[in-house]
T-cell receptor, first 110, second 116 residues
């Protein structure tokens, strides 16, 4: 069965600091991977998705970036965090009709 | 383009009441999948159900039931005899089979509060 790991689980970072969130998936190869963000009290917004190593599609222009260095690894980064980057970040694996979400990372930018 | 609308942002009921959460979707594809997720205060997304566009049969799972109607592009979710533990945010989502990335588009969510 497939499993998604995310770390860290929680993170408190000052404005202007860098960010790196990691997601790894087990139990599948060449997965389609996604980063979603949920601001406090809001819905889920798709940030990036990747259909393969080195392939990144951005849905929303912002100061975040994503990378896919390995088949089952998906990284979300920022060089300088903004207050508006605070939220709950979810990594997901999806294939036709199937979706699996990781446990999420709660980021607070202070 | 795909779109999911959950018009009810917040619903408050008293325990044991029945409650229906509405979901309306838009898609140009003939093959697609609809999902419902529960998000408790802890934050994780709990998968509840998936329906494909060719299966309009309604489904019941314990106190949960789903009514899928393609004619009105709706996929509503009913909780019978609600309990305090049902309090959460519920998301409806759509995935188009022809979508290159199989991504999910979420509705804005409905916050359900069940009071004792």
């Amino acid at each position: 069965s497939q499993t998604i790991h995310q770390w860290p689980a929680t993170l408190v970072q000052p404005v202007g600091s860098p960010l790196s969130l990691e997601c790894t998936v087990e139990g599948t190869s060449n997965p389609n991977l996604y980063w979603y963000r949920q601001a406090a009290g809001r819905g889920l917004q798709l940030l990036f998705y990747s259909v393969g190593i080195g392939q990144i599609s951005s849905e929303v222009p912002q100061n975040l970036s994503a990378s896919r260095p390995q088949d089952r690894q998906f990284i979300l980064s920022s060089k300088k965090l903004l207050l508006s980057d605070s939220g709950f970040y979810l990594c997901a694996w999806m294939t036709t009709g199937i979706s699996l979400f990781g446990p999420g990372t709660r980021l607070t930018v202070t | 383009a795909q779109k999911v609308t959950q018009a009810q942002t917040e619903i408050s009921v008293v325990e044991k009441e029945d409650v229906t959460l509405d979901c309306v979707y838009e898609t140009r594809d003939t093959t697609y999948y609809l999902f419902w997720y529960k998000q408790p205060p802890s934050g994780e997304l709990v998968f509840l159900i998936r329906r494909n566009s060719f299966d309009e049969q309604n489904e019941i799972s314990g106190r949960y039931s789903w009514n899928f109607q393609k004619s009105t592009s709706s996929f509503n979710f009913t909780i019978t005899a609600s309990q305090v533990v049902d309090s959460a945010v519920y998301f409806c989502a759509l995935s188009e089979a022809d979508n290159a990335g199989n991504m999910l588009t979420f509705g804005g969510g409905t916050r359900l509060m069940v009071k004792p």
